[in-house]
């Protein structure tokens, strides 16, 4: 598999995979090889995002987003189609953000896009939010992430968590009640609703 770029350790990745992918059947090898690159082209920078949403740190977010690549291009035979290799990527990714992870000196994410650094002496409710879910479980922190700043479907969110429907509701629904709770202790004003306003509740049915 040639170089996968825009990672910053694509080319130690790329070692990886040619170690445990060794030659033998060129024409799966070379079938997975395009088919993950154009995957890479198309999907690495939003991976990577919400991998840095999960785990808080750029550095580990690019290798979690670099390793599910790998791992895609040597389940690749076993996947049906393209829909399939994205959801194998976005769970890959989601279980590679629950891993342990070691602390890096300086390594801390930037404020996603559209969510404004508070400047000196100051803090605004996006920061305010962003620092809240950070101190949530991480089931209830995921699913908030991945509903409303990742904005995916629910059906490929509980997929990526490995949860039913039911749970992942229940777990918006949690996850909302803490951080309104929260936002009554040590901010000036209650934290923004997240795009698209609060969840709804689960049904009985």
Known sequence: MP????????????????????????EAAGTADRAVTTLYHAHYQSLARIATLLVSDTVTA????QAAFVSLHGAWRHLADEDQALAYLRRAVVTGARAPHPARAGSASPPPDGVPAPGPGRSTPEAF?????????????????????????????????????????????????????????????????????????PSDG
Do not use: F, N
């Open 62 to 65: 690019e290798d979690i987003v």
């Open 129 to 201: 939010l962003m620092a809240a879910l950070r101190t949530l479980p991480t089931r209830q922190r995921e699913a908030l992430i991945l509903r409303y700043y990742a904005e995916w479907p629910d059906a490929q969110i509980a997929a990526a968590m490995g949860i039913s429907a039911r749970a992942l509701a229940s777990q918006l629904v949690r996850g909302m009640s803490v951080l309104r709770a929260k936002s009554g202790r040590g901010c000036a004003g209650p934290p923004p609703d997240p795009p698209g306003g609060p969840p709804a509740r």
């Open 3 to 26: 170089a996968l770029p825009g990672g910053r350790h694509r080319h130690r990745r790329s070692r990886d995979l040619a170690a445990a992918h060794p030659a033998g059947r060129p």
